[in-house]
């Protein structure tokens, strides 16, 4: 079963102008997981720092459901965000088992 999630919320200030990015992973593809995530984000960098889980922290032990560090993550560029977006996450497809 896959489930959408929207998600919102601020991780750092607007500062700069945003960009969406679609951040997308392949090394935790089970159950409970998440495929990939719609960002927020001032860059490309700044977009796969963005975690789905522990609030962005990916420096959490044992099980994940995201992958385990930013160099795990693929972004592609998908436009420009609205003035008033924030940095963070628009939308998540996590895979519910």
């Known amino acids: 079963m896959?489930?959408?999630?929207?998600?919102?919320?601020?991780?750092?200030?607007?500062?700069?102008?945003?960009?969406?990015?679609?951040?997308?992973?392949?090394?935790?593809?089970?159950?409970?997981?998440?495929?990939?995530?719609?960002?927020?984000?001032?860059?490309?960098?700044?977009?796969a720092n963005i975690s789905p889980t522990y609030h962005g922290d990916f420096r959490a032990e044992g099980y994940t459901s995201w992958c385990r560090s930013p160099e795990a993550v693929d972004v592609k560029y998908i436009g420009k965000a609205s003035p008033t977006l924030k940095t963070g996450i628009v939308l998540a497809s996590y895979n519910a088992g």
């Open 2 to 47: 896959c489930a959408l999630y929207i998600i919102q919320f601020s991780q750092l200030n607007q500062q700069k102008t945003m960009n969406l990015y679609l951040i997308s992973q392949t090394e935790n593809n089970d159950y409970d997981t998440f495929d990939s995530v719609v960002v927020a984000a001032a860059s490309s960098k700044q977009a």
